[in-house]
């Protein structure tokens, strides 16, 4: 059985995409009864929401978990570079005939009715977490919460609420309010959610929500406080204080995330191996990634490349500050985004840093903006902004004029899935 075979069960199961997206659980509930219930047949669900941080505090929880022997299954998605990063079994990536068996009851139960993409596969992996012993599952969703496919849990061992901000406003709603209601909607009653940093206006409404259905928050700032101290983290709560290594993810917001994951650990009641592993083994790629071997590298010659999934303008913040903290170095962007962002919020944050920026479409995504049109953005936010007709030619033009750069690919985990399959 070779790759191809899941890739064409994947194609064929597009043809089933509704015309027009309408969250709902109806249809999950339909092909989860039609397979008998695999949902039923999960080890303890973790179930992660949010905006920005879901996959990193996901990975440093997974890694927490491992360094004390337990067998950990993981849902994420998108993928980057193969769809089986998405199902994680027992710490090890799908194997290509496991995915195509689930793939294949999945689409044999569903008999032809419409169902997302993202709904099938979700299932698919229930599927093939159920059949694997593992002592949990760490479940992020993949949009919102309230209506996402993963919440069909009814009693999760967890819940985490990572930072809360403007995204995907075409179906969650146009203010933060509304996002966070849909966000609290896997919330469950009596199960203990850990909360991190939110605006204001977001953790009212968690608040709230818990409130009226009983589920015990476990919040930043109130429960649980995390810092960096003398180049350590330290996290304190209830029970006492911790003081661990840096978090091997980069960046001054994986602070916060670490805190989320060491919250989640305490409440699993897990152990100082399993606090030191979850800052300094956790894994997480295109999450300001510095690639270091591979084609792309060998073209960028004597410049640094980096390479970040962010998306949204909170994204762009965060990836911002990790760049104002690096040494000084001429800092150019290759950005390739979607049709559905706000492209000049991502970018706004980079006007005091980013020398130039070099716009490319992302290859074969029928969603990216046209490299003229977010070169146009990049404008109206402040750079100086090109295109070339792909990052291998940008990576090009930037050296030939300034060979000592740090370069950094980003805007799109779609972009950054094809910058991981191009460098090898």
């Not at 409404?205 to 810092?227: F, K, M, N, T, Y």
């Not at 991502?346 to 290859?363: C, G, K, Q, W, Y």
Request: aromatic letters at 4%.
């Amino acid at each position: 059985m070779n790759g191809q075979h899941s890739d064409a069960i994947l194609e064929r199961m597009m043809s089933l995409h509704p015309k027009i997206i309408d969250l709902t659980l109806g249809r999950v509930q339909r092909l989860l009864t039609a397979l008998d219930h695999p949902e039923l047949g999960l080890p303890p669900v973790i179930h992660l929401a949010g905006t920005n941080g879901k996959g990193s505090t996901q990975a440093m929880i997974r890694a927490g978990l491992e360094a004390e022997g337990k067998r950990v299954h993981a849902y994420t998605s998108p993928h980057l570079a193969r769809f089986h990063e998405r199902i994680r079994l027992a710490g090890e990536l799908i194997t290509e005939e496991a995915l195509t068996r689930v793939l294949d009851r999945c689409i044999a139960a569903n008999d032809g009715d419409e169902i997302t993409y993202f709904e099938v596969t979700t299932i698919a992996g229930f599927l093939a977490f159920a059949e694997t012993p593992a002592d949990y599952l760490l479940l992020e969703t993949g949009l919102g919460g309230r209506l996402d496919a993963t919440n069909v849990i009814n009693k999760p061992a967890l819940t985490v609420i990572t930072p809360i901000s403007i995204d995907h406003t075409q179906f969650l709603g146009e203010t933060l309010p509304e996002i966070a209601a849909e966000k609290a909607g896997i919330l469950k009653r009596g199960v203990p959610c850990v909360v991190g940093p939110q605006p204001e206006a977001a953790m009212e409404v968690i608040e709230d929500h818990a409130a009226r259905i009983g589920a015990p928050l476990i919040a930043q700032g109130q429960h649980w406080h995390v810092w960096e101290e003398r180049g350590r983290l330290v996290f304190q709560d209830e029970i006492g204080l911790l003081d661990l290594p840096l978090p091997k993810l980069i960046g001054t917001h994986q602070i916060d995330n670490a805190g989320a994951a060491l919250a989640a650990l305490r409440i699993l009641d897990a152990g100082e191996d399993a606090f030191d592993a979850a800052m300094t083994k956790a894994h997480w790629p295109a999450r300001m990634q510095r690639l270091r071997h591979g084609p792309l590298v060998d073209a960028a010659a004597g410049a640094e490349l980096w390479l970040d999934g962010g998306h949204n303008p909170a994204a762009g913040e965060a990836l911002a500050e990790v760049l104002k903290s690096m040494p000084p170095r001429p800092t150019h962007l290759i950005c390739g985004m979607l049709n559905t962002k706000d492209v000049t919020g991502f970018l706004r944050p980079f006007t005091e840093i980013a020398d130039r920026l070099v716009a490319v479409s992302i290859p074969g995504e029928a969603n990216t903006l046209a490299a003229d049109q977010t070169a146009l953005f990049a404008g109206q936010a402040g750079l100086q902004a090109s295109t070339a007709p792909d990052p291998v030619t940008a990576i090009s033009r930037i050296i030939a004029d300034d060979p000592g750069a740090r370069i950094v690919i980003c805007g799109s985990l779609y972009l950054a899935g094809q910058v991981l399959r191009t460098n090898g």
